[in-house]
T-cell receptor, first 113, second 116 residues
Framework: EPEVTQTPSHQVTQMGQEVILRCVPISNHLYFYWYRQILGQKVEFLVSFYNNEISEKSEIFDDQFSVERPDGSNFTLKIRSTKLEDSAMYFC???????????FGSGTRLTVV | AQSVAQPEDQVNVAEGNPLTVKCTYSVSGNPYLFWYVQYPNRGLQFLLKYITGDNLVKGSYGFEAEFNKSQTSFHLKKPSALVSDSALYFCAVRAVSGAGSYQLTFGKGTKLSVIP
């Protein structure tokens, strides 16, 4: 069964550093998403991406965040200057169309120290 | 704004008994509704969805959910629980169109514990 692949599985970074989280969506999917889950809390929407542009973003997705699809396979989330409160599990997801269920990756646990 | 309520933080059920995990939602217009399951240190696994059609939706691992428009509910059910069903369950909603139609809004999750 096709999977969404995320790397790394765990990343530790110092406050103020830039991090890039990487995702390889399912190859025939057209819609891409980032979500995050702070430990013990609900899963929160960050951003959706379609046709090489952001289609929707949440209040969480401020100027510190950016997304990119640098080639035909990767989808990245960049946090420019990490803060302690950015520590969370970040999930990438993709869907062939918005009406279908999303396939989530297994997540990247980001720890900011 | 769309929202999901999962009123129970935890549900305990004996193995072999039926289980229900409750979910109610709020969205402008018609909803798309989803259930996901999360095992420890794992990602979110899709269980089932309601898009249109029959109100009773069948999904993976013997789970089903019933869409009730008048009660704005989408409760997850299984006739006979297994110990391996123990996990964290998330209900999610998305608007069919308009603002919020690209994003899933999740409930806070319900921890299901199936007791042998």
């Amino acid at each position: 069964e096709p999977e969404v692949t995320q790397t790394p599985s765990h990343q530790v970074t110092q406050m103020g550093q830039e991090v890039i989280l990487r995702c390889v969506p399912i190859s025939n999917h057209l819609y891409f998403y980032w979500y995050r889950q702070i430990l013990g809390q609900k899963v929160e929407f960050l951003v959706s991406f379609y046709n090489n542009e952001i289609s929707e973003k949440s209040e969480i997705f401020d100027d510190q965040f950016s997304v990119e699809r640098p080639d035909g396979s990767n989808f990245t989330l960049k946090i420019r200057s990490t803060k302690l409160e950015d520590s969370a599990m970040y999930f990438c997801a993709s869907s062939v169309q918005t009406v279908y269920g999303y396939t989530f990756g297994s997540g990247t646990r980001l720890t900011v120290v | 704004a769309q929202s999901v309520a999962q009123p129970e933080d935890q549900v305990n059920v004996a193995e072999g008994n039926p289980l229900t995990v409750k979910c109610t939602y709020s969205v402008s217009g018609n909803p798309y509704l989803f259930w996901y399951v999360q095992y420890p240190n794992r990602g979110l696994q899709f269980l089932l969805k309601y898009i249109t059609g029959d109100n009773l939706v069948k999904g993976s691992y013997g789970f089903e959910a019933e869409f009730n428009k008048s009660q704005t509910s989408f409760h997850l059910k299984k006739p006979s629980a297994l110990v391996s069903d123990s996990a964290l369950y998330f209900c999610a909603v998305r608007a069919v169109s308009g603002a919020g139609s690209y994003q899933l809004t999740f409930g806070k999750g319900t921890k299901l514990s199936v007791i042998p």
